[in-house]
């Protein structure tokens, strides 16, 4: 008989592993199926021993061993992938078995055989870390060079990007002669992938395998390279528990396997730049500091307008050239709505939500044929016939520019051209947004408007123009500067010909930097003053939040305070999503030698379901 540890993937278990007693021998990395409450669930075999060799400390047990059996269909996970995931559940305090419950997908789980049987892989590959910081077409051909020397030495290769839009581009620019070898799991119904999958584990050949983070776990023996494309992308950190980030998984991933791993983007994570300069990670090939770009730059500062204006003259004169020439322009807003802050002309003060005091967006939705006021954080909706809350003026004036108001510019000022939207107000489905960009594609004079939900699904636009960026500044992020310089980078490399930035004093060196591709001086700047104020990457943040009502915040705050007055904790508190409740938040820093903790991390998972951790937060307000 033997003892065997099971990684429970169920949520709610806050224990890492489950111990049972079976008859029969399971392989590291089989599903099994586990009673837990009355019902079975599926967990994974992550260790086992002999019953007779613990024979002694089970009679002294106060609690019985259930029995397991195997789960319908047979498949394993691998040891590499389960290590994986324990270490990434260390570094972001939490099981895992909630890890494991994120990097499979619900397909894989209903049908484990297509992982494969588990193997031993040979460390054929550097356990370095390789970095490859180029353009998007440099980088790519890159990339075709590393897919072909793989092939030669009949090794696999994974690739990891983390848009299915970006995933169709990415088959586009490396299946070119190797078609046949080329696995993309975008966009293909359960059926389909069950079908691909078993394809691409049986064919002789070495393959390359375009994946988002959702099927990393297929695995083959000779899978010896791993990259990483748009590494920087927030996209790879998870919205929902458990929080973390699916690149920090497959670092792990690629250690544990002795895989070659490589982090690919135009501009590299602030982070990933400093390891290469500690001398951590390596260069793949010479890191570019000076992006070059075939289209023309040009920064705007619109303080030279007189009056308020969504275009400057100089944007409007670039448009209409273009439109009269059929070339399609794309202008991007970071905001959906007409305007994202309205103010008292007044008393200067800012129209909050009476709910949650986020700033309220105006709104072209119509209520009664006017626009409406709305809260982005809460949803609360108020008529546009308001008066100020804190001085009853009529006179409120919108500031900002978004998504709508950029629309109705253009409908205004060029009314022969065909104008589209594609933010998620206008493309709730994929299916919507391929089809608005199929529209635009095919008629002459067109201009898009999008978020950032429209850039993977466009690419080589003659003109491209940020109309607005200033209100990120104003985010309460240390990461803002990093995110702007990289989502201005991102899109001057969808231009051809004209690039151009609107701006009103807001960030402008940080933009001047971007624009010019100059990743050399904002990298120093940055760093300099991450240093200085003790930010990631010198640093690690631990954000701890709990909503309740007001007489219950201040219980909880004791009760943070006493489990974590060793690390010096600050606290704020604001007001919550609903009326009478209240937001408590706490921060931890730790110095980068301090963590991962095991005092700290075990703390953290004694808190209840209603406190909400975060280790390595995006923001920490």
């Not at 079976?22 to 260790?47: C, E, H, Q």
């Not at 973390?244 to 497959?250: G, N, Q």
């Not at 909880?556 to 904790?569: D, G």
Request: charged share 25%; glycine share 6%; aromatic share 8%.
């Amino acid at each position: 008989m033997q003892i065997v540890e099971v990684i429970p993937i169920v949520k709610g278990i806050t224990k890492p592993t489950l111990t049972y007693f079976t008859k029969k021998k399971f392989a590291l990395g089989s599903f099994v199926r586990i009673p837990i409450r009355n019902s079975k669930v599926l967990g994974i075999v992550s260790g086992f021993e002999d019953a007779r060799s613990v024979k002694t400390s089970l009679k002294r047990a106060d609690f019985a061993l259930k029995k397991i059996s195997l789960a319908e269909r047979a498949g394993a996970i691998s040891g590499s992938f389960i290590k994986a995931a324990s270490e990434t559940a260390n570094f972001y305090a939490t099981t895992t078995g909630n890890i494991l419950g994120r990097v499979l997908p619900k397909f894989i789980l209903k049908h484990p055989e297509l992982i494969g049987k588990p193997f031993k892989l040979k460390d054929v590959g550097s356990k370095e870390i390789k970095l490859v910081q180029l353009s998007d077409n440099e980088r790519f051909r890159e990339y075709r060079g590393i897919v072909r020397e793989n092939f030669a030495k009949n090794s696999s290769v994974l690739f990891v990007i983390p848009t299915r839009g970006e995933s169709l581009r990415a088959e586009e620019e490396l299946s070119q002669g190797i078609n046949d070898f080329v696995f993309n799991t975008a966009d293909k119904s359960p059926k389909k992938l069950e079908l691909m999958l078993s394809k691409a584990g049986n064919v002789k050949h070495p393959i390359l395998l375009i994946t988002t983070p959702a099927n990393i776990v297929f695995n083959r023996p000779d899978l010896n390279t791993i990259i990483v494309e748009r590494e920087n992308s927030g996209a790879y950190r998870t919205l929902t528990r458990p929080f973390f980030s699916i690149k920090t998984f497959l670092i792990y991933y690629a250690k544990a396997k002795g895989a070659m791993l490589i982090l690919g983007d135009s501009i590299l994570s602030l982070e990933s730049l400093w390891l290469e300069r500690e001398g951590v990670y390596s260069e793949l090939s010479p890191i570019t500091w000076r992006l070059k770009h075939e289209s023309l730059a040009e920064v705007i500062d619109l303080r030279a307008n007189k009056s308020f204006s969504v275009f400057s003259e100089r944007l409007v004169s670039i448009i209409s050239k273009a439109l009269s020439e059929d070339k399609k322009v794309f202008l991007f807003g970071t905001r959906k709505g007409l305007s994202s802050t309205t103010m008292c002309g007044d008393c200067s003060s800012l129209l909050l939500c009476k709910n949650c005091q986020a700033p309220l967006v105006l709104h072209k939705e119509h209520v009664g044929g006017k626009p409406v006021y709305a809260c982005h954080h809460c949803g609360a909706k108020r008529s546009s016939e308001i008066r100020c809350d804190n001085c009853q003026s009529w006179k409120l004036t919108p500031l900002g520019v978004g998504i709508d108001r950029i629309e109705d510019e253009c409908k205004g000022k060029f009314p022969d051209a065909e104008v589209f939207v594609l933010d998620k107000d206008h493309a709730s489905t994929k299916a919507r947004a391929k089809h608005i960009i199929k529209k635009f594609f095919a008629s002459p004079r067109a201009i898009l408007i999008g978020s950032e939900l429209a850039l993977p699904f466009i690419n080589n636009i003659p003109v491209v123009a940020a109309v607005s960026l200033d209100s990120l500044f104003s985010f309460p992020d240390f990461h803002i500067n990093e995110k702007v310089f990289y989502l201005v980078t991102h899109l001057r490399e969808l231009s051809t010909e004209h690039f151009i930035i609107q701006t009103r004093n807001a960030g402008t060196e940080i933009l001047e930097y971007a624009a010019a591709g100059n990743i050399l001086d904002f990298y120093r700047n940055e760093i300099k003053d991450r240093k200085e104020l003790k930010y990631p990457p010198f640093s690690v943040f631990i954000k701890v939040n709990c909503e309740d009502k007001e007489e219950r915040i201040e219980k909880k705050a004791i009760l943070l305070q006493s489990m974590f007055s060793h690390h010096e904790p600050h606290f704020t508190l604001k007001t919550g999503k609903s009326k009478g409740l209240r937001i408590l938040s706490m921060i931890l820093r730790l110095s980068r030698s301090e963590w991962p903790n095991k005092v700290l991390r075990d703390k953290l998972l004694l808190l209840t379901p209603d406190f909400l951790a975060k280790v390595d937060p995006e923001s920490i307000i």
